[in-house]
């Protein structure tokens, strides 16, 4: 828009009169774009302008969720909206289209969730918010829209004789058909709380006597990247999973600092995500946890996640302690935790060394975290 003075003496009476300004078309403006024009390179990493803006100011976006992003305003947002100026688009337009996304059924035959619902939202909503700061727009038409009430499937833990049937020593040969490595990367999400990607990820030389470093993250399509929200950190293990995770590198054909843990066909990739899973619910099934409990009860790898968190809760380990050491997004927590002391964990090494090797079990009677 060409600059220059409304003659206005408040916000809301300057942004009144440029809307007049525009319907009139006497302020002269190039903002009879389409969505489809605008949206055109919109969350391609190396050509949206909001993707680049935000990577030079340190922001942590990654090419995984921008793809992600890109795949819903294709799929979700474009059909609707693409032949639409943005001047056009008004906010009973968007629940116009929420409604109607809400409604839309998914190539099973499901509707599309709430939760697919929103993020197409969010997506949209920060698209509108560029259009404004690029001066297409004097106000989002998507502020104080609302989500939609989400419901998600109720996470589950397994109960500790499941774990320690899955962990007896004399069992690993029945249970996980011998294989060590899967043994000990869930014996290390257990007793640590890592994603799947962060101990994928996992090198020699994050490996220390009393505890391991989180310092990357494995992405399928895009290899080693940083942790989650950034959330490098540093985790006590019990003596049991230090035991194996050095009894991995000893017999690894790979003895590089960054060599990884869990190697996979090569020395480059490690174990695949898939095959982790696989692996996993097959162990499941032979301790007595059928498939079909399996999926009633929501078990997944990131249930370990939810297992250390309930763990050390029902513990007593104090919340801000906890979120330091499963890297959760919060505004206490620093963005890198390099003052790591491990005598400040004593008491987290108690409880994991007790928990696995047969010492008390603790009242699990301790809701979940399901932001984790």
């Not at 389409?34 to 340190?58: L, P």
């Amino acid at each position: 828009m060409t600059a220059r003075s409304t003659g206005q003496t408040s916000k809301a009476a300057a942004e009144t009169w440029a809307h007049e300004q525009l319907k009139k078309g006497i302020i002269p403006t190039e903002k009879n774009i389409t969505f489809s024009k605008f949206s055109e390179n919109f969350w391609i990493w190396d050509t949206c302008t909001y993707v680049k803006n935000r990577r030079r100011r340190g922001a942590n976006i990654s090419q995984t969720y921008t793809e992600r992003m890109r795949g819903l305003l294709i799929h979700h947002i474009l059909p609707h909206f693409k032949d639409k100026k943005l001047q056009k688009i008004k906010s009973r337009t968007i629940e116009n289209w929420l409604d109607e996304l809400s409604m839309k059924k998914k190539g099973t035959g499901e509707l599309i969730s709430p939760t697919t619902v929103n993020r197409c939202l969010t997506c949209l909503k920060i698209m509108l918010k560029e259009a404004v700061r690029l001066d297409y727009l004097l106000k989002s038409p998507a502020d104080g829209i609302k989500q939609f009430r989400e419901s998600p499937k109720k996470k589950s833990i397994l109960t500790m004789v499941e774990v320690r049937a899955l962990f007896q020593y004399d069992r690993i040969k029945e249970v996980w058909g011998g294989d060590l490595k899967h043994y000990t990367a869930n014996l290390l999400a257990a007793t640590s709380g890592m994603r799947l990607g962060e101990v994928q990820a996992l090198q020699i030389q994050n490996v220390h006597p009393e505890y391991v470093s989180v310092n990357y993250n494995w992405d399928y399509k895009y290899g080693l990247k940083e942790p989650k929200w950034r959330s490098y950190r540093n985790i006590p293990i019990p003596t049991k999973t230090r035991k194996y995770l050095y009894d991995l590198i000893i017999t690894s054909p790979f003895q590089e600092p960054d060599d990884f843990i869990f190697y996979g066909v090569d020395r480059k990739i490690p174990i695949w995500g898939k095959h982790v899973l696989t692996i996993l619910y097959n162990a499941l099934e032979i301790i007595g946890v059928s498939p079909d409990q399996r999926k009633e009860r929501n078990i997944t790898f990131h249930s370990w996640r939810h297992f250390y968190n309930t763990m050390l809760r029902a513990s007593g380990i104090h919340d801000a302690k906890l979120r330091l050491l499963t890297g959760h997004r919060s505004e206490q927590m620093t963005d890198r935790y390099t003052t790591f002391n491990l005598e400040d964990f004593r008491d987290v090494l108690q409880i994991q060394e007790n928990m696995f090797n047969m010492g008390h079990i603790p009242n699990f009677h301790t809701s979940i975290d399901s932001s984790l």
